[in-house]
């Protein structure tokens, strides 16, 4: 890359190319937050020769859109959303049942949710929150379960 020439500069290249575009407008301008940190996790200021700009935006969700500078503002604007907070549940929920949730998990997801806010989002409140569901302690018959 050529000296002065940023990461954040050449990514450009995505907003104008169709085939890239689609994915990378929505990706590239939540990364930019990282930019201080290299691709080994080292901090910096300055990427070949040119100044870190660490500003970024979030764009398409229900709540949460906008512009932060650097990844603690991104962190608490991903941590005070519902809909973040629900996405984590819902995750946690597929993972450590290795399952989809289905319509009858729907009380079960609501209380995971509902405890994982209480806590404050403190992500060490879901294991506990999970094996409490009827979703966890309770099995269908296997005829019950749909596909």
């Known amino acids: 890359m050529p000296a002065g020439v940023s990461t954040r500069e050449k990514f450009k290249q995505h907003e104008v190319d169709p085939a890239c575009s ?19 996790g080292r901090y ?11 500003s970024g935006e979030i764009v398409q969700t229900r709540e949460i859109d906008g512009k932060f500078i650097g ?13 973040v907070q629900e996405c984590t549940a ?7 049942l290795s399952r989809f949730e289905q319509a ?11 405890q994982l806010r209480a806590a404050g989002s403190d992500l060490n409140a879901l294991p506990l929150a999970l094996v409490g569901t009827d979703a966890f302690l309770y099995r269908r018959p296997v005829d019950e379960v749909s596909p």
């Open 104 to 114: 009858a998990d729907s009380c079960s997801m609501k209380r995971v949710v509902d």
């Open 44 to 54: 910096r200021t300055m990427d070949n020769g040119a100044a870190v700009d660490a």
């Open 22 to 40: 689609g994915c990378h407008r929505l990706m590239d301008p939540i990364g930019f937050g990282f930019e201080n940190y290299d691709a080994i």
């Open 71 to 83: 990844i603690a503002e991104l962190g608490q604007k991903l941590s005070a959303s519902a809909e």
């Open 90 to 96: 819902r995750q946690w929920f597929r993972f450590f």
